[in-house]
């Protein structure tokens, strides 16, 4: 095997593919250099005058190691593994470290196993991280649970890259039992563990880290940035679509260099389709002043390093052929991109076959509930004082109001006030759990919305003013598999979206995705949700258990800054 | 076990130890950082302030990650790697990628194991490279042959780290069918291969580069240097005892310093015990010049990246304790050395039991050969002119001039000549093999020299002017198991120095093999050797069949410059 590599970087024989005049980018000396990269097989051979079997000139290009998402979870876009491929591919990107935490909250092992199965027919390099917090926290019911003893078992499977981020750090510091075991496990399987630490400083830090935890990604303030690298931890600089964290490339030294990487860690598909993936990351941190040479280094060879990814991130012989071909660094519109010494999109667009679909059963039809009746969504509150919750447009921290709400048959009664019901039902393991409380100011009126995505352990989340149309839209949920819905109690009609793949994800392209998410969102605004949340993805963290203030589970209403579930009526 | 660091690291319980008011190397910031490095079991847990049940107080030291030798020959020091690691640990070497290619080639695989087991119980990290070109070259007869079969088959065991240094670039670029064998096997293994190509560039560095080797440490000239790191290429900065590229250190620039590592490759007892090791290559990078930060960060950080030797090299929670506590960073005396969270030196003396010795019956009595006989050594030459080795003292390039011998009952006669006999004899098979040349200008007169130190495949060397003497070195270092001898013909003496391990290496401590070694040498300028020449160790180069010009090996007289055997006759 290696015969045909030296041959040809001797230029004894002809390489497969040929990069003609490119200007490329030297990590390992962050110089732009010139020459043919000569390509064959899934690696480069070399740099140098090569002539290919087939030759891609790249005069007034720039030639760059493909880009590393060192932290992203899929399922954040709601589009399968082939078609986010196919989005971020032509981009530009051509390895992530994916932590499938959402799906494998509804369908257990199955769901790392489907990310893995389905990232086999795309070009992108899927190293999955097995996820090390299911579930988040235990004040919900999720579809599954890996414990210690899960993780263990896991971990040692060839399929799985290392241990996903750890957010869970009080167990940590704390020396939780169970997280130990997890931790110990990637220990001894000789992974790496991926951290999740935000404003965890000091002898904490110290602790934490203490668990063999070498990431970060949810840094922000220059003393947290600082005291996490001097510890040893990679920081990442985050481009998601509502978290950002692209500032930290303000801290980047000459001494500290190699320890930033980015990631994405949560985009949508209309970011990812409309603004991109790492390119628009790159171009963002360009603008705003990062050296462009810095900016790539800390997209390649650094993330490469950071995760152990030997022979990835840099343009030199026995390198996998893993290139970007760009306009220039300031745009970094992906001309070519060339995985594993193919070329694999052009002017932005897939040259893959982007319809294939590892669809198996087990990540299929993931909403069990018995039948629900209008009956289920009865409110009994004491008196007329109640809780409820609110949240600030663009957040998902949410507060408190004591409201006033009058009641009739023993059921509070919302329709035609500013507050909803909002209610959590189980919808993995059948047990009839329904969460109930009320929301102040979303604007919805007349009937209900539902979701399938709820944060982390993704019950269905819905919100109406008559539990009529709750009951409906449940029903709908359970029916389609999964997705949104909305009930509109005047005309009768149920309007929904499915979201087929564990009811986070769909099966479907891109582009028709959103064109009916779309027009569904239009139609839950139309119906009253103010033009300042985001009408389905709003309501998906209001089951966040760990995020203040008041949030409700399928168990219930929970007060995060208390810890502990808390009654509704005030 | 993850327990017992993160309680400490938190302070809920106290330290093992703890250097006080240290101020110490952030190597991942390249600053100078203040704190208690706090220890438990192996591991440092934190920086802060912390207690220990043993305190080091360190006001006014400086502490760094102890140093890693990315390049080393335990054997060249002629000590057991026990003795070499009671002199270099003391001096802040923690860990070494040691390649045992001398005793490789007289032990075979026995010589790799026994390396490996003698380094466990010493407080040093020594992981084995497993030597990739034994025998060196096809000329000479081995105490053993790795083919690629071989190193199929042991590149795989848990105590090989890597493949050793891959001499053989010709191979490579040819790609002969046992060193692809040889390479791809690594390659599955997933282990790192060391390089050795000096003054190989452009495409035939492409070619060699594609064997997946990955590091270089016989670079010396700026654009060698420069083209290498830019083609992935971890360069070493060389400090051994002929063979000095500290100057490499000149081209370090901000965008390649994390490519140059730190290595001794071969280093003398002598040297190892009167200028140091590593800290003797960082006073001297310093002095020269270079930033101390960065000097230190070569021989640590980079170094462990290199060889992907993960929680090494730095100061940080989770990271090996292995540091070295010196006085200030320019002269770099090790006052503590803690190796895997023990105090294991202190004040340039090492705390650790040196006496143990490991000695298997593999490495014993390594010197096979029958009785020799006066008229073993009998040359016979067809005329009187005949070719003669000479040597320029400090090197290892030899010369070849036409003598005139005369000859006696078909004998030549060299004695009360400035001309030599010079014999390579066979010791490993008893093939009975013995290469006969000439050798002019050395000096000695009256007896015979021999040593069982040749390169690389170390049969015995014999230098003398009678044939008497020179059976009589043959027989005396076949009776002490290897070694250097002297034969003194007028009072009939014989003066030895046993190297009782492969006949390369002493069980004995550093410095009574010194005091022996050094007396032993002087007897051989007292008997005329030159003071020019190492007397014995100039010796042992005179059979490496791949450094110009003329050599003699057990097969025969060998012209480098044609690579073929040749005529002793003119």
Redesign the interface.
């Known amino acids: ?3 045909k ?3 040809a ?3 004894d024989k002809q390489s497969d593919l040929v990069l003609k005049n490119a200007t490329y980018l ?1 990590v ?4 732009l ?1 010139k020459g043919d990269i000569a390509v064959v097989g899934e ?1 480069i ?4 005058e090569y002539r290919g079997a087939t030759e891609i000139d790249c005069t007034g290009l720039t030639v760059l190691p493909g880009y590393i998402d060192g932290h992203v979870h899929i399922e954040s876009s709601q589009l399968s593994p082939e078609e986010f491929a196919s989005l971020i591919v032509p981009r530009g990107t051509t390895t992530i470290i994916a932590d499938p935490h959402e799906i494998t909250n509804v369908c257990g092992m199955a769901g790392c196993e489907y990310i893995a199965k389905a990232s086999q027919s795309v070009p992108l390099d899927v190293k999955i991280q097995l996820p090390s917090c299911v579930p988040a926290t235990p004040f919900e019911t999720s579809g599954a649970i890996l414990n210690g003893k899960d993780i263990a078992e896991n971990i040692v499977k060839d399929y799985i890259f290392g241990l996903g981020e750890f957010m869970n750090y009080p167990g ?2 704390n ?1 939780d039992p169970d997280v ?1 075991q997890k ?2 496990a990637a ?1 001894s399987a ?1 992974k790496v563990i991926d951290g999740h630490a935000p404003a965890v400083y ?6 934490y ?4 935890i070498s990431t970060d990604h949810e840094c922000v303030l220059k003393e947290e940035i ?1 005291e996490k ?4 931890v990679y920081v990442h600089i985050r481009h998601g679509s509502s978290t950002q964290n692209l500032g930290n490339a303000k801290y980047i ?7 930033f990487i980015l990631c994405t860690d949560d985009r949508h598909a209309a970011d990812l389709k409309e603004k991109g993936h790492l390119d628009d990351a790159l171009r963002k941190l360009v603008a705003n002043g990062l050296d462009p ?1 810095r900016a790539v280094i800390c997209a390649t060879l650094n993330c490469a ?1 950071c995760y ?1 990814l ?1 022979w990835h991130g ?1 343009i ?4 996998l052929a893993d290139l970007v071909v760009v306009d220039n660094l300031k745009n970094f519109n992906a001309k070519y991109v060339v995985k594993s010494g193919k070329l694999v999109a052009k002017d932005g667009k897939p040259l893959f076959d982007t319809s294939v679909r590892y669809l198996p059963a087990s990540v299929l039809n993931t909403v069990h509930l018995k039948e629900m009746q209008a009956s289920d969504f009865i409110l009994r509150l004491k008196g007329k004082k109640a809780k409820a919750m609110t949240i600030e447009p663009g957040g998902v921290v949410t507060g408190c109001e004591i409201v006033e709400v009058d009641s009739r048959n023993g059921d509070a009664q919302v329709k035609g006030t500013d507050i909803l019901k909002l209610c959590v039902v189980e919808r993995h393991k059948m047990t009839g759990n329904i969460g109930k409380a009320l929301f102040k100011g979303y604007g919805f009126k007349g009937g209900a919305l539902g979701i399938t995505i709820a944060h982390d352990s993704h019950n269905i989340i819905l919100m109406g003013d008559d539990n009529e149309s709750m009951a409906k839209a449940a029903n709908k949920l359970k029916e389609i598999g999964g997705g949104m819905v909305i009930v509109d109690s005047n005309s009768g009609e149920i309007h929904s979206l499915t979201l087929d793949i564990a009811g986070l994800m769909s099966s479907r392209d891109a582009e028709s995705l959103q064109r009916d998410s779309r027009a569904l969102i239009e139609r839950a605004h139309s119906m009253g949700v103010k033009r300042e949340y985001e009408a389905f993805m709003s309501l998906a963290f209001l089951s966040l258990a760990v995020i203040p203030k008041l949030k409700v589970t399928d168990a219930g209403l929970f007060d995060v800054e208390t810890f502990s579930f808390t009654d509704i009526n005030a």
Chains 1, 2 share one sequence.
């Open positions: 095997m290696l015969e590599y030296i041959s970087a001797k230029r030297d390992f000396t962050a110089t250099k690696k051979v070399g740099v140098g940590v510091i020396c130990i931790l110990e220990h000789g000091g002898y904490d830090l110290n602790a880290l203490c668990g063999g600082e690298i001097s510890k040893g030294t000459d001494g500290n260099m190699r320890r040479v390093e152990g030997k840099a030199a012989p026995f390198y």
